[in-house]
């Protein structure tokens, strides 16, 4: 209900118009469905961020968008930095705020060792949350960077302020990009601002399907999915009946890295090593033993089978608009048929591609 952006084939940050499924290439390689919660860019101007104390002077070149809208900022004080406040009142205590920016080393600073380029210090009322991370490579010749921090009093004003005036040093070092401070454990795609904050509307993707397409009797469920982060919080993807009593679903858990798979009442568990990397993922279920697969092995088995009635849609929730999936999605699928065992490890593992999609589908209904 809203614009957002992905990163394009060619690289670039684009703009992705109202009710348009979001496909973004920010891997580099194929392309995922990208769904989001709702989130706000507080920064104001996003393309050229908000100085604390302005630097000597600044000149533009080309950014992640494809414009010349990044900015080469010229220190002439140490002092020289990023600032964003937030009102007292405003978030709660506890709550995390996600600052996020794109860096282009245009020639080496003279001091390299802090992450992206910026450092954390004379913060107020907020404290910064484990270490930065970089979350995205090349994007237009720009890394992307991520800082968590944790809001200490909320009925008190807070300011993050990021330094580059003791980092950067020469003139033309380093070129900065789309500043994003939002609410959040995690940063999102980013929301560009122009004078004022900016909000992106939560992905909705849902309504697939009705109760003559879907076998109630046996299947498979597979998806290709990526958790946005191990926010240890569910995010489903379900075949129902529009309510919890018949239903088939794959989810990241509230425990970390670990995937959850329901089948009507029988609940699998396996654990990856990292779920913002992508998992192949496939629910094989019955009348009487359904199965988990994840990445090319069967992970378990149950013995039993509740009865499954009804079944009419795919909806990325828990049937009942909760645990609303957010993540990055490269494939899913509902096989009308079982599937054998060589069949679900072929499925979930390397080296699986469209064209072994059309031969198996050749043999099974697909939806």
């Given at each position: ?35 989001e ?26 950014s ?173 993807i ?54 988990l ?5 069967l ?22 608009d ?7 999605v ?38």
């Open positions: 209900a809203s614009s957002a952006t992905v990163v394009n084939q060619s690289g670039l940050i684009e703009t992705v118009g109202s009710g348009e499924p979001r496909i973004d290439f920010k891997d580099n390689t194929e392309g995922a469905l990208l769904l919660p709702q989130r706000t860019n507080l920064v104001l101007t996003s393309a050229s961020g908000t100085y604390g104390n302005s630097p000597g002077s600044e000149a533009n070149t080309t992640p968008d494809g414009t010349n809208n990044a900015v080469i900022p010229t220190p002439d004080s140490s002092s020289d930095r990023y600032e964003y406040s937030v009102s007292g009142g405003a978030y709660a205590t506890n709550t995390k705020l996600a600052y996020s920016w794109y860096r282009k080393r245009i020639s080496t600073p003279i001091d390299t060792s802090f992450l992206g380029d910026l450092q954390f210090k004379v913060l107020v009322n907020v404290t910064q949350v484990g270490s930065t991370t970089q979350i995205q490579s090349d994007v237009n010749g720009f890394d992307r960077f991520q800082a968590i921090f944790n809001i200490t009093d909320g009925s008190a004003s807070s300011i993050v302020r990021a330094y580059f005036g003791s980092i950067v040093g020469v003139p033309g070092t380093v070129a900065y990009f789309g500043h994003q401070l939002e609410a959040g454990e995690y940063a999102t795609s980013y929301i560009p601002t122009v004078g004022s904050a900016a909000t992106r509307i939560a992905d909705v993707c849902k309504n697939a399907g009705n109760e003559q397409v879907f076998n109630d009797s046996e299947g498979v469920l597979y998806v290709e999915i990526s958790a946005l982060a191990n926010d240890l919080t569910h995010r489903r379900s075949i129902s009946d529009g309510s919890l009593s018949n239903i088939v679903y794959i989810s990241f858990d509230t425990a970390s890295n670990r995937i959850l798979a329901n089948a009507n009442g029988k609940i699998m568990i396996y654990t990856v090593s990292d779920e913002t990397e992508f998992q192949k993922i496939a629910v094989y279920y019955n009348t009487t033993a359904p199965k697969f994840v990445n090319g092995v992970r378990e088995t149950e013995t039993t089978m509740n009865a499954i009635t009804g079944l009419s849609e795919l909806s990325f929730h828990n049937a009942v909760g645990n609303n999936f957010y993540g990055n490269r494939d899913v699928r509902v096989y009308n048929n079982a599937l054998t065992n060589d069949e679900l490890e072929a499925l979930t593992g390397e080296g699986y591609d469209t064209f072994n999609a059309l031969a198996l589908a050749d043999n099974y209904t697909i939806i």
